[in-house]
């Protein structure tokens, strides 16, 4: 509840800016002042109802209030950045002496505000139409017999919040309609505790494939209940967890090994061990990781991983945060090459936060692996 408190106090100052910049610095009077201020009121209340949701408290009861919330943070975020703009143009009036000044701020507020709106609303809908990337990769080190093997790359469902049952249900219909020879899932598949949240992720028992279904946690695997927690409950849905561990799937005669580690970030005994995930595995042999954060891939082609598959990143998920999103990541999304290791890591099919992509169109990847 601490973190509830503290982010309402936040909020309530940001809020507050947003009330003195828009209403009270651009003259609104009469009932227009009213009307802003009990809405600015409202979308405070709806955000701090949304930090406690699926953690501290059920979602389901208040999910439109919690969506209306967290949809209203992106709005806020463009809304801050267009300020610092704003006040920018408008000290250079100062110094340039403009006369107008009042006008300007008005028009530009209006032009703001009205630019906010239309970039969130365009962001809800590219967030709620995942898309179907088809990507090829080769190695000499595939089998011959594996040559052409299907992988979906399921990452950052992120139900919990915002979304729920009907979300995880739609993205395990677009996987099911592949018909992919194998499912991966890299991790962050939640967000809250497992006595909340499990429903919301329960559809994805319906996953199917010919070679099964991997998982590994993410890093919000393990912010409100523990990572094994999660993990034993994905195990009762049919899926197969790799905790540091290695997997062999014979196929056509041919071995594919898929190994799976803990998070980047996490602590003991959670933290990531490659040394045992790749215990006993033949360096001739090809071998898949499945890893949450792109940033474990310079240790994982020290240790020769062939592949590995990553999430985390969500691509940015809202422009302009695709450049920090780079710079952290040493990626955004896509193939990229480590030393001898290929690296991908998908843009991801939800959100966290705020149910909005602006720039970062949530992706189901179909990795088909060839020989060569």
């Known amino acids: 509840m601490l973190r509830i408190v503290i982010g309402g106090v936040v909020f309530a100052l940001v809020h507050w800016l947003l009330y003195w910049r828009f209403i009270r610095a651009t003259g609104v009077r009469g009932p227009a002042k009213v009307v802003g201020a009990v809405v600015l009121g409202v979308l405070w209340l709806a ?98 017999e594996l ?77 409100v209940d523990g990572v094994a927690d999660w993990m034993d409950y994905w195990e009762t849905l049919g899926l197969r967890t790799l905790r540091n561990q290695r997997a062999e799937i014979e196929i056509n005669g041919a071995t594919l090994a898929i190994a799976g580690v803990y998070d980047y970030a996490a602590s003991d005994p959670y933290g990531p061990d490659l040394d045992a995930a790749m215990a006993g595995h033949r360096s001739d042999r090809f071998i898949m990781l499945l890893a949450h954060q792109p940033r474990q891939a310079p240790d994982s082609a020290a240790h020769g991983v062939d592949l590995q598959v990553s999430g985390h990143t969500h691509g940015g998920q809202i422009w302009p945060l695709t450049h920090v999103v780079g710079r952290v990541n040493g990626t955004v999304a896509g193939l990229d090459r480590v030393g001898d290791m290929r690296l991908y890591t998908t843009r991801g099919v939800g959100a966290w936060g705020p149910p909005v992509r602006v720039g970062a169109p949530p992706d189901i990847s179909i990795l088909t692996l060839r020989r060569g």
């Open 47 to 144: 955000i701090v109802v949304a930090l406690g949701a699926g953690s501290s408290y059920s979602q389901e009861p208040i999910r439109p209030v919690v969506w209306l919330g967290l949809t209203w943070s992106a709005a806020m975020f463009y809304l801050l950045l267009g300020l610092l703009v704003i006040g920018l143009v408008l000290l250079i009036a100062r110094i340039a002496r403009f006369p107008h000044r009042t006008r300007l701020l008005q028009g530009m507020s209006a032009v703001l505000v009205v630019a906010a709106v239309g970039t969130v609303a365009y962001g809800v809908y590219e967030a709620d139409n995942p898309r179907v990337v088809a990507v090829e990769l080769r190695s000499p080190k595939l089998p011959a």
């Open 147 to 223: 040559d052409g093997i299907r992988v979906a790359v399921v990452a950052d469902i992120h139900v919990g919040a915002a979304r729920g049952a009907a979300f995880t249900q739609r993205v395990v219909d677009l996987v099911n309609d592949q018909r992919p020879d194998l499912i991966v899932l890299p991790g962050d598949l939640i967000d809250g505790s497992v006595e909340l949240v499990g429903p919301d992720i329960a559809p994805i028992a319906g996953l199917t494939s010919k070679y099964g279904t991997f998982a590994v946690a993410g890093n919000h695997e393990g912010y």
